[in-house]
């Protein structure tokens, strides 16, 4: 392995991270270009095998060539974005591109996996164009590893915490309406929520102090109301470009609820404020993406939090197909890079919370005048 380069952290860059870009780009390419040799002519397949195609080359080049590395890499990047972009629209359309797989009684959609793989090979490659070694490489996915599964896991710890606080009401006043039980989750998912991040902070050697809480300043309270104008400019652009493509995206589990039963909307309106906006924050912003500075740069942060933050919201999705469910998540991934943003500038978490919470309990108003 020769040393070429070196990152601002220190990390040595080599030629074995453009390799590993060309052999994801590689298979990218093979599950886009099988469902094209097979007479799927949709132009969004076509496009993502010709971006998939550019992107091998441009690997070979960043790893073979002489001089312009970070022009490939940058090339390499942005093909693979590409074939992320293209596959996601095709899954969004319906079109799977099924395949057996080869002595197993089951298949697999070769344009999900062209996307999967995609989303990887789009990492790889911004790895290569910023000269990050393997060794570099690994501790970032590694630690993207370990954050995902704790967001993961607050999630059911959500959960697990609102049946413990559910179980002795029952007992003493029987079931419980939908409302009632909907006001103990929220209490289950601020205690489960912090107690997650409590138990992260205290294996890390992380003392409250890590926690960025103040009383806002006018700096603060400027980048709050700037915020709130952005998040909703960006909804609303993003839900223009969906509607010229004809992108359908997937809806929330909450709002196939609020439309049986709306009154949980007016627990969800204040629990936006108290709650949801308040201990996601915390968990995805203070704890999570902060802990990513550690490996990332700010702005790699902010990407890499929000690729977690949208993540974990699959299951509040997986009712719709895969194609509603990634549209879904790209918005959430929108959002949370205008969050990340948000608490980056400040170092307060009191500014994301505020902005989180007040867009989710307008979002819940909204469904109240429609369904209440």
Same mark, same amino acid.
């Given at each position: 392995? $020769? ?18 870009? $060309? ?7 093979? $599950? ?61 359309? *319906? ?11 089951? %298949? ?33 996915? %590694? /630690?993207?590893?370990? &954050? ?25 006043? *029987? ?10 989750? /929220? ?14 902070? %205290? ?39 969906? /509607? $010229? ?36 924050? &915390? ?44 549209? %879904? ?44």
């Amino acid at each position: 392995m $020769t040393e070429t380069a070196w990152t601002e952290s220190g990390s040595a860059a080599t030629d074995a991270v453009p390799g590993i870009g $060309t052999g994801l780009s590689a298979v990218m390419a093979a $599950t886009v270009l099988v469902p094209a040799s097979r007479g799927i002519t949709e132009p969004a397949v076509i496009a993502a095998a010709v971006f998939a195609v550019v992107a091998v080359g441009a690997f070979l080049a960043s790893r073979y060539g002489s001089g312009r590395h970070r022009i490939a890499a940058g090339i390499a990047t942005a093909a693979s974005g590409g074939v992320l972009l293209c596959t996601a629209y095709a899954l969004n359309q *319906g079109l799977t591109a099924s395949t057996e797989l080869p002595g197993l009684s089951t %298949s697999i959609s070769l344009l999900m996996a062209g996307f999967l793989i995609a989303s990887l090979t789009v990492g790889v490659g911004v790895a290569d164009a910023l000269r990050i070694s393997v060794s570099g490489l690994k501790d970032r996915s %590694s /630690q993207m590893v370990v &954050l995902t599964l704790l967001g993961v896991t607050g999630l059911f710890a959500a959960e697990l915490a609102g049946l413990f606080l559910a179980l002795p009401v029952m007992e003493v006043a *029987g079931d419980l309406s939908t409302t009632g039980f909907l006001v103990i989750a /929220q209490l289950g998912m601020a205690l489960g929520t912090a107690i997650i991040a409590g138990i992260y902070l %205290s294996a890390t050697d992380r003392g409250l102090e890590f926690l960025d809480l103040r009383v806002p300043s006018k700096r603060d309270v400027i980048w709050t109301v700037g915020g709130l104008v952005v998040l909703f400019g960006a909804l609303m652009t993003i839900s223009l470009v969906f /509607q $010229t493509a004809g992108v359908e995206s997937a809806e929330h589990g909450t709002t196939e609820q609020a439309a049986e039963n709306p009154e949980i909307l007016l627990v969800l309106i204040p629990a936006s404020l108290l709650v949801i906006g308040p201990f996601e924050e &915390l968990l995805y912003r203070n704890v999570i993406q902060k802990a990513l500075y550690d490996t990332f740069s700010r702005v790699g942060a902010i990407v890499a939090g929000s690729v977690i933050f949208a993540g974990v919201h699959v299951l509040a999705y997986a009712t719709a197909g895969p194609g509603a469910v990634i549209a %879904s998540l790209g918005v959430i991934f929108g959002l949370s890079l205008v969050l990340g943003t948000l608490y980056e500038r400040t170092d307060n978490l009191l500014v994301p919370s505020v902005v989180h919470g007040v867009y989710n309990a307008i979002l819940f108003a909204n469904l109240y005048l429609v369904y209440g």
